[in-house]
């Protein structure tokens, strides 16, 4: 079963944060810690009858009673258990899966390869110094353009202001992939992973892990 769990396309987890680990050698390297799985499959899709190979997983258990009826029926398929969020991946061979089995972060190791999916913190409304990084205007007596973004409109042609022009609005809050992120240590006790360098969102957000193969 081992080597059938390896070829499933990545897991749901949660950040637990960020601490540093030292390589054999004595180096220092910057880790975020990922709590991934376990994942319970609460559906199969194969091409006969949906037209991709894939796998819904649950992740994060969660009272009944917070579920609304249509997913209660859904996840009663896969066994009694209700899951906070759920989320698709890719699989090779959807055949080897059965509904309400239990994958972990075995199907991982150490060397690895993976990309990380998270939402990124939610800064609100912000000016186009923080949102998109510009200098600004000069701090002297009497200028009167600090943080503002400027003139932002064209001359007689085409008079007028081009889309994607960049100016104030709302930042962060999006969904943001990091690739090939190594995963520098596993602990499959606590269903723990350490990746090397910073994921996107906040402590205790959703992340999805996937393995590079299947990268969509």
Same mark, same amino acid.
């Given at each position: 079963m081992g !080597? #059938?769990k390896?070829?499933?396309?990545?897991?749901?987890?949660?950040?637990? +944060?960020?601490?540093?680990?030292?390589?054999s050698?004595?180096?220092?390297?910057?880790?975020?810690? #990922?709590?991934v799985?376990?994942? #319970?499959?609460?559906? #199969?899709?194969?091409m006969?009858?949906d037209?991709?190979?894939?796998?819904?997983?649950?992740?994060?258990?969660?009272?009944? @009673?917070r $579920? !609304?009826?249509?997913?209660?029926?859904?996840?009663k398929?896969?066994?009694?258990?209700?899951?906070?969020?759920?989320q698709?991946? @890719?699989?090779?061979?959807? +055949?080897e899966?059965?509904l309400g089995?239990?994958?972990?972060?075995?199907?991982?190791?150490?060397?690895?390869?993976?990309?990380?999916?998270?939402?990124?913190?939610g800064?609100?409304?912000?000016?186009?110094?923080?949102?998109? /990084?510009?200098?600004? =205007?000069?701090?002297?007596? /009497?200028?009167?353009?600090?943080?503002i973004?400027? @003139?932002i =409109?064209?001359?007689?042609?085409?008079?007028?202001?081009?889309?994607?022009?960049?100016m104030?609005?709302?930042? +962060?809050n999006e969904?943001?992939t990091t690739?090939n992120?190594?995963?520098?240590?596993?602990?499959?006790?606590?269903?723990? $992973?350490?990746?090397?360098?910073?994921?996107? +969102?906040?402590?205790?957000g959703?992340?999805? $892990?996937?393995?590079?193969?299947f990268?969509?």
């Amino acid at each position: 079963m081992g !080597n #059938v769990k390896a070829m499933c396309g990545g897991l749901i987890g949660k950040k637990l +944060g960020m601490t540093g680990l030292f390589s054999s050698d004595g180096k220092y390297i910057p880790v975020t810690v #990922v709590q991934v799985g376990p994942c #319970v499959v609460t559906q #199969v899709k194969t091409m006969a009858s949906d037209g991709y190979n894939a796998l819904q997983l649950g992740f994060s258990e969660q009272k009944r @009673s917070r $579920i !609304n009826k249509p997913r209660q029926g859904h996840l009663k398929k896969s066994g009694e258990g209700c899951f906070a969020f759920l989320q698709e991946f @890719s699989v090779e061979n959807p +055949g080897e899966y059965t509904l309400g089995q239990t994958i972990e972060s075995d199907i991982f190791k150490i060397g690895e390869r993976v990309n990380a999916v998270g939402t990124t913190k939610g800064r609100g409304f912000a000016g186009v110094i923080k949102r998109h /990084g510009f200098h600004g =205007g000069k701090k002297t007596h /009497g200028s009167h353009s600090h943080r503002i973004p400027g @003139s932002i =409109g064209c001359s007689a042609w085409p008079a007028k202001v081009i889309k994607g022009k960049k100016m104030p609005g709302h930042y +962060g809050n999006e969904r943001k992939t990091t690739q090939n992120l190594e995963i520098i240590d596993i602990r499959p006790e606590e269903n723990l $992973i350490m990746l090397k360098g910073a994921v996107s +969102g906040s402590r205790s957000g959703l992340v999805a $892990i996937k393995k590079t193969k299947f990268a969509r």
